[in-house]
Nanobody, 120 residues
Framework: QVQPVESGGGLVQAGGSLKLSCTTS??????????MAWYRQAPGKQRETVAS?????????NYSDSVKGRFTISRDNAAKTVYLQMNSLTPEDTAIYYC??????????WGQGTQVTVSS
C-alpha cells in the first residue's frame, strides 16, 4: 500500500493554473507498479475521478470529460510522486483534490487532500 500526501492547492482566479503534487510512502518498486489517479470532491458532491495514469512508464492516461484538454497527469517514479497540472481553471473546479491508487483493493488510506478554490 501507499500513503499519499497531496500538496499544491490554493486560491486562484478563473483562467489561472495550479500544479498539484502527490508524494507517496513505500518503495519505488511498489509505487512504479501502481496505476494512480487524481480524484476530487466538491461540497455536497460525491468524490469523482479526474485523471488516471498507468503504471510504470505512465504511457496511458485518462481524463474525465470535464477536465479533458485542460488538466495533465504525470508521474515521476523515482520521486514516488504523481502530478496534476491544471490550466484554464473555472469555479466548477473548486474541490478538495486527492490522489490514490486506481485499484480499490490496493489502496491505502486516503490523505487529507489539497483544497483548490477558483474565484470568478
Amino acid at each position: 500500500q501507499v500513503q499519499p500526501v497531496e500538496s499544491g492547492g490554493g486560491l486562484v482566479q478563473a483562467g489561472g493554473s495550479l500544479k498539484l503534487s502527490c508524494t507517496t510512502s513505500g518503495s519505488i518498486a511498489i509505487f512504479s507498479n501502481y496505476a494512480m489517479a487524481w480524484y476530487r470532491q466538491a461540497p455536497g458532491k460525491q468524490r469523482e475521478t479526474v485523471a488516471s495514469i498507468s503504471m510504470r512508464d505512465g504511457s496511458a492516461t485518462n481524463y474525465s470529460d470535464s477536465v479533458k484538454g485542460r488538466f495533465t497527469i504525470s508521474r515521476d517514479n523515482a520521486a514516488k510522486t504523481v502530478y496534476l497540472q491544471m490550466n484554464s481553471l473555472t469555479p466548477e473546479d473548486t474541490a478538495i483534490y486527492y490522489c490514490n491508487v486506481v485499484r480499490p483493493s490496493l489502496r491505502g488510506p486516503w490523505g487529507q487532500g489539497t483544497q483548490v478554490t477558483v474565484s470568478s
